[in-house]
Structure formats: C-alpha cells, structure tokens
C-alpha cells in the first residue's frame, strides 16, 4: 500500500541533462491541509524535520513522511540551503539508497520526503552495541613454540568468521556494516554522476536514515560549483561541526570536489565501524588543521578489519 500510493503521489523523474537544469516545483505541489499529525523531531543549523501523514482527497489512504522546513526565518544561509536542496531533489530520479522527495508545499516552502521509520543510522548502530556480533578473526600475536604471549593482544585478520543465520531482524553483525557501506557508496556514485556533491556536513551517520534493517538511504544533498572548474565547488565556509569530516584540501583552499568527498566517506566508515562513535582525533577543534597537514590521522574502529 504504501509503494503505491508513494508513486500515486510522485511523479516520475527522468535523471537531468544537468543538475543546473530549472527545476519545476509546481509538478510536486501538496495541499498543507492534506498533511495531519505533524510531529517535531528534530532541529539544527540546517533545517527541521517533522513527521506527518499524508492524505489525498479523503480517501482514506495515508502515507508517512518527512517535513524538511526552515524554522529559522529570518536566516538567510539556511533558507538558501532548503532551496538548494528542493532544487536538487525535483531534478534527480529514484534511487533505492537516496530519499525520495514526494512533493512540496510552496507556501510554506517544505519539502516532503519519503519516510524511514528507522531512524538515523548512528543511533541505530548505539542502540545495538550490547549485542553486535563481530565477526572479526583474531590471531595470536607473540605466539612462540606453541605458547601464548600474553602480554600483548590479539592481532585482528581480514578473515571474517560465519555467522549462524538468524530469525532476529533486530541482530547485527560485522557483514551488516560491509552492507551498511556499499550502500553509501552506492548512493554517493550516483549523486556523483549528477554532479551533487555529498559536502562534508551530510556525510556525517546522522544523516543517513534506515527504512528497514537492510536499507537506507542520504538524507540531505548540496551543490557547489564555481565557474571556471565544473569539477570543482566553492566551499564559503565551514562550520566547526562537520570539521571532523571535511578533507585537509577543503580546509585549505576553500573547495571540494570527488575526491574530498571519498576522504567524508572515510569519516563515515569510522563512525560505522566504531558502531556510532563520533570521531576523535584527541585534539581541539582548532588545531585540527595542523594535526592533519603533519600527518596525524583518526585511531583505527574497533570493529574495522585491517584491510578496510
């Protein structure tokens, strides 16, 4: 019922020519009064987001989504960004690991997304820290003559052990977080292809929602081109919370391109593989420029096999 009705109230898309093509918003338009039950769940510097349901013409089918909405009027940055992101989410087509939009109320400029009831992925991977089942196999380290070495831990190996299949669809392993990050990637190629770029305040977990065990998908999106260089984006600023996840080169010169994105994308797998840590470099926000450009790197995830 709710694929159905989910197509009943999106159009389809066909992928741009180019993410610069005028998007039309009329095509998507929603009657406010056909939204009820508007729950708040979040807020930030980028937005808010609530949760509705979605009518259509009393007939008695319903459908969850998200309301992404400007809660701060009277802020310029924020309003421009919510406009960036209608834009680029009436221009790119269905894709199992991106949200889709479903329409939008221009009234009140909201944008109405698909819904994921499970959450943000980082809260997900806390929730289910007690009983994660690492599949990681550790060696012996300092083994001689067939003696253990005791005085040093085991030594982690890419082998991955088994794992006994489970009815629990609330279980998590090792392999779920292989899965967890090929589905990252997979949306990120795609946006790549359409020239969006995963700047490095969505790459954060928080931004990637489940909508089943198995799936999820990229959240927020944001463009950025100058004129001189289509593989390049202007970066204005960046703000001290997502400097954990913005590449040494965006820090620097201001600019972002595929290759600052893999270095968020890296960002991301340490939050995955440390089952929702933040990341920590142990030093202060502002020496984190200079812990980077001397060689200094994030600590190796608990969970992370050596080879990824």
Avoid at 128 to 150: C, P, T
Avoid at 197 to 205: E, G, P, R
Wanted: hydrophobic share 35%; with cysteine.
């Amino acid at each position: 019922m709710g694929c159905c009705l989910c197509k009943f109230f999106r159009k389809r898309r066909e992928p741009p020519a180019s993410i610069s093509d005028e998007p039309r918003p009329q095509s998507f338009s929603i009657d406010e009064k056909d939204l009820k039950d508007l729950v708040q769940i979040e807020g930030g510097c980028f937005g808010s987001v609530r949760k509705a349901i979605l009518t259509k013409n009393n007939s008695g089918s319903r459908l969850n989504v998200f309301i992404k909405y400007n809660d701060r009027p009277h802020d310029t940055n924020q309003f421009k960004q919510l406009l960036n992101e209608r834009d680029i989410l009436c221009s790119l087509d269905s894709h199992p690991n991106i949200v889709s939009l479903i329409g939008l109320v221009p009234a009140r400029n909201w944008i109405i997304l698909e819904y994921a009831d499970g959450g943000n992925l980082v809260t997900y991977l806390r929730h289910h820290l007690e009983v994660f089942i690492d599949q990681i196999v550790y060696s012996s380290s300092g083994n001689l003559k067939g003696y253990m070495n005791f005085t040093n831990p085991p030594c982690k190996t890419d082998e991955l052990k088994r794992a006994e299949m489970s009815d629990d669809l609330d279980s998590l392993c090792t392999i779920d977080l292989f899965a967890f990050a090929y589905q990252i990637a997979n949306g990120m190629k795609y946006l790549a292809s359409v020239k969006v770029c995963q700047k490095a305040k969505i790459m954060k977990m928080e931004n990637h929602f489940l909508v089943c065990p198995s799936r999820f998908m990229s959240f927020q999106y944001s463009i950025d081109k100058s004129k001189n260089d289509s593989n390049r984006r202007i970066v204005k600023q960046v703000e001290p919370l997502r400097l954990l996840w913005t590449a040494p080169e965006t820090m620097q010169k201001n600019t972002s391109n595929e290759k600052s994105d893999v270095w968020s994308f890296a960002v991301c797998l340490y939050e995955l593989f440390s089952l929702g840590e933040a990341p920590d470099a142990g030093v202060r926000f502002e020496d984190f420029h200079v812990f980077l450009k001397s060689g200094g790197r994030f600590s190796e995830p608990a969970y992370c096999p050596p080879r990824m």
